[in-house]
């Protein structure tokens, strides 16, 4: 917007120098990325994920997803279409599987316990083998069996 006047319009303003803008606590936070071993972007999350735990049953990474007395929710953001749910036999009974797949060739990356949309349940669970840091290369133990 132009104004007529010579004094200084109402409608300006000043952009701050890049130089002089102090990090925020959020933005100073190395985010990692993760791709499906197809290529697509899938994941990009505040953690790597060797370093989070891992579940006994299936080697799945676990990923906090709300908040609660025992931890904090890593901070996340999934790209990857929901499927059908499965029901697996497990030790004890059963377990529901509410499947997360890669929008590009379909395959399972992660999955929850309760139905979409993702972060609805206390955990996500990537599974093991299915994402790599490097787009276009299979990760180590991509093809390893599960038990």
């Not at 120098?17 to 190395?30: E, G, L, V």
Request: aromatic content about 8%; some cysteine.
């Amino acid at each position: 917007m132009v104004c007529s006047s010579s004094q200084p319009c109402c409608h300006s303003f000043v952009i701050p120098d890049r130089c002089s803008a102090q990090p925020t606590p959020s933005s100073a936070a190395a985010l990692r990325v993760y791709y499906c071993i197809c290529g697509e972007f899938i994941l990009v999350i505040d953690k790597s994920l060797a370093t989070l735990p891992r579940r006994k049953t299936d080697k799945a990474i676990i990923m906090r997803t709300q908040d609660s007395e025992a931890g904090n929710a890593r901070v996340f953001k999934l790209n990857a279409v929901p499927d059908d749910p499965i029901l697996l036999s497990r030790q004890g009974g059963y377990e529901p599987q509410y499947r997360f797949n890669c929008p590009r060739c379909n395959l399972a990356v992660g999955y929850q316990s309760s139905p979409p949309p993702v972060k609805s349940a206390p955990f996500f669970y990537i599974l093991p083998g299915a994402l790599t840091q490097n787009q276009g290369q299979i990760p180590q133990g991509a093809l390893d069996e599960v038990v």
